[in-house]
């Protein structure tokens, strides 16, 4: 006995403007959500901490190495030619923040000696800089 068919096969569509949409906020989303910090020059290890806060002024970046190996601007200088920059920056413009990158693994005493320098040279807002904790 045979019986009657009673449904017939189609070919479907895939329709794509959904799944376009789909990929296109998909992609917004991460871009906004994700944050790019690059930070060029010497590979310097920061301490992490949970209050972290953003500088928005004049910024000078000085760096100390593991070594203690004082970097200002991605150079090598001494402690005579640090003086000599900041002070050279502390008269150009007023509201110049420090921002000090010191290697989790150096000296207390090398980060103090450059903070030392930089108020003997006229700028008095230092910042640490730290990573934030995650």
Do not use: C, W
């Amino acid at each position: 006995m045979k019986f009657a068919k009673h449904y017939s096969i189609t070919k479907g569509e895939l329709n794509m403007a959904p799944l376009i949409d789909v990929i296109f906020q998909q992609l917004i989303f991460f871009m906004l959500t994700s944050s790019f910090i690059m930070q060029p020059g010497i590979r310097i290890n920061l301490p992490r901490a949970e209050t972290t806060e953003s500088v928005r002024e004049q910024e000078v970046f000085v760096s100390v190495s593991e070594k203690g190996v004082i970097f200002f601007r991605d150079n090598p200088v001494t402690p005579e030619q640090l003086a000599s920059l900041l002070s050279r920056e502390s008269s150009r413009s007023v509201g110049v923040v420090l921002i000090l990158k010191g290697d989790r693994m150096s000296q207390h005493g090398d980060v103090v000696k450059v903070m030392d320098i930089a108020r003997r040279s006229g700028i008095n807002r230092i910042a640490i800089a730290t990573m934030p904790e995650f």
